[in-house]
Nanobody
Framework: VQLQASGGGLVQAGGSLRLSCAAS????????MDWFRRAPGKEREFVAA????????DYADSLKGRITIFRNNAKNTVYLQTNNLKPEDTAVYYC?????????????WGQGTLVTVSS
């Protein structure tokens, strides 16, 4: 599976972005999909996860209420809707695929898409 993240860009504080992660190469639907981010000078952190069926989702506590993860298996794409963005949300956002939703072991990673939030 190849993962291609897109949708990042420069946005003002309070704005919104929808990130996409498109999968190709193999069947997408059996994989749980997660989003991570790495801010400048910081460790990578978990953002959100979605079960392959879309029936379960999980979010970082610090981001709950401002983000939504969803997927369209027919389009082999997972999305991350981000709202009310803050300058501290500036980071490279990565998607990753795992065969398991609980205790994931990531088989594939996307290349990342940069989100920059200006104050």
């Amino acid at each position: 599976v190849q993962l291609q993240a897109s949708g990042g860009g420069l946005v003002q504080a309070g704005g919104s972005l929808r990130l996409s992660c498109a999968a190709s190469g193999r069947t997408f639907s059996p994989y749980s999909m997660d989003w991570f981010r790495r801010a400048p000078g910081k460790e990578r952190e978990f953002v959100a996860a979605i079960r392959w069926s879309g029936s379960s989702t999980d979010y970082a506590d610090s981001l709950k209420g401002r983000i939504t993860i969803f997927r369209n298996n027919a389009k082999n794409t997972v999305y991350l809707q981000t709202n009310n963005l803050k300058p501290e949300d500036t980071a490279v956002y990565y998607c990753a695929a795992s065969k398991t939703y609980v205790n994931p072991n990531y088989d594939y990673w996307g290349q990342g898409t940069l989100v920059t939030v200006s104050s």
